[in-house]
């Protein structure tokens, strides 16, 4: 009996050692408010990163306070992934303006939707250029938001300083519907009016300035951390080809992300053709690897630089760690 007792205990002990371990790694992934579009996109990557690595891989969403909030859980190691503007991100790499009291390296691994910052104004309100903002009532874009803060950046840097309207996105629409505003700073989606200003543009005819040439070499060179856009113009903006400064929404690791994990999440993320789109319809039809090689302005994880040459692309230097 004693000697069955042995050889039962030893073949379970050595069955249970055989046994692949049946562990995920868990995965959480920084968004932003619930509510927020943003978050249904990052509801979708956990999504198709549990589909693509069944066994590896266990993802979930947490809402999170957005940009800032997520780089410093992921400093802490409370978030693997977090939703980030570019130029936020370029500022914690840096360690300056919020990150003052200490970088933190947090790596790109993509970027999936594209901001331009459209300067609008009423057609009737006779602002031809930028510089004729100065002193006139004016939105520099919803109150709390990166681009609230990053357009009272870029027009001190060119010395114009409107009076400024505060408030939300519909409440400086009403303000701009009711006259008591010329209008308001407001990101585009892709390379179209978003759905407030066309709304706005419906019944009150709106135009778009342009940033001038020589405006534009001063963003290059004093606010590197934002992007320079072609814009095609048309109709509703009034005006014909343009450029404005810009940000993008992307996604960035935690510091210590090794290489394979950062590798896999691209991977995944760039071959999926359904959830994203899906849960994000401005994504449909873009080549997020192409519009993140154009526009980011930090450097990229070695795990995403691995994936978009093996893709075939071309990784710019400027976008290399250590460059």
Request: net charge negative; hydrophobic share 45%.
């Amino acid at each position: 009996m004693n000697a069955m007792k042995f050889w039962i205990a030893g073949a379970v002990s050595a069955a249970a050692f055989a046994m692949p371990a049946a562990a995920q790694e868990r995965l959480a992934f920084g968004a932003t408010n619930a509510q927020s579009s943003h978050y249904a996109y990052f509801a979708a990557l956990a999504k198709i990163v549990n589909n693509a690595y069944p066994d590896k891989y266990q993802a979930s969403v947490v809402e999170t306070g957005a940009t800032v909030d997520n780089l410093k859980r992921m400093d802490r190691g409370q978030l693997d992934i977090g939703l980030i503007t570019t130029s936020a991100l370029y500022h914690a790499n840096e360690g300056i303006k919020t990150f003052a009291d200490g970088a933190i390296e947090s790596r790109l691994l993509w970027a999936y939707s594209l901001a331009p910052q459209n300067v609008i104004v009423r057609r009737d309100a006779g602002i031809d250029s930028i510089a004729d903002l100065k002193g006139v009532r004016f939105g520099p874009g919803q109150r709390g938001s990166s681009t609230e803060a990053t357009s009272q950046e870029v027009l001190a840097l060119f010395g114009v300083e409107p009076d400024w309207v505060r408030g939300s996105n519909g409440e400086l629409a009403a303000a701009i519907k009711d006259n008591r505003a010329v209008g308001f700073i407001k990101s585009a989606v892709g390379t179209k009016f978003d759905a407030l200003t066309t709304d706005i543009a419906t019944f009150t005819p709106v135009q778009v300035l342009p940033v001038p040439e020589d405006k534009i070499a001063m963003i290059r060179e004093e606010l590197p951390e934002l992007s320079i856009v072609d814009m095609p113009g048309g109709e509703m903006e009034n005006t014909g080809a343009y450029q404005t400064w810009g940000f993008m929404i992307g996604v960035s690791a935690r510091p210590d992300m090794d290489e394979q994990t950062a590798y896999d999440l691209v991977k995944a993320v760039m071959e999926d053709d359904t959830e994203q789109a899906t849960a994000f319809p401005p994504v449909a039809g873009i080549d997020l690897a192409e519009q993140t090689l154009a526009y980011a302005t930090s450097p990229l994880h070695p795990g995403a630089i691995r994936y978009f040459e093996e893709a075939g692309y071309e990784v710019p230097d400027r976008l290399r760690p250590g460059s």
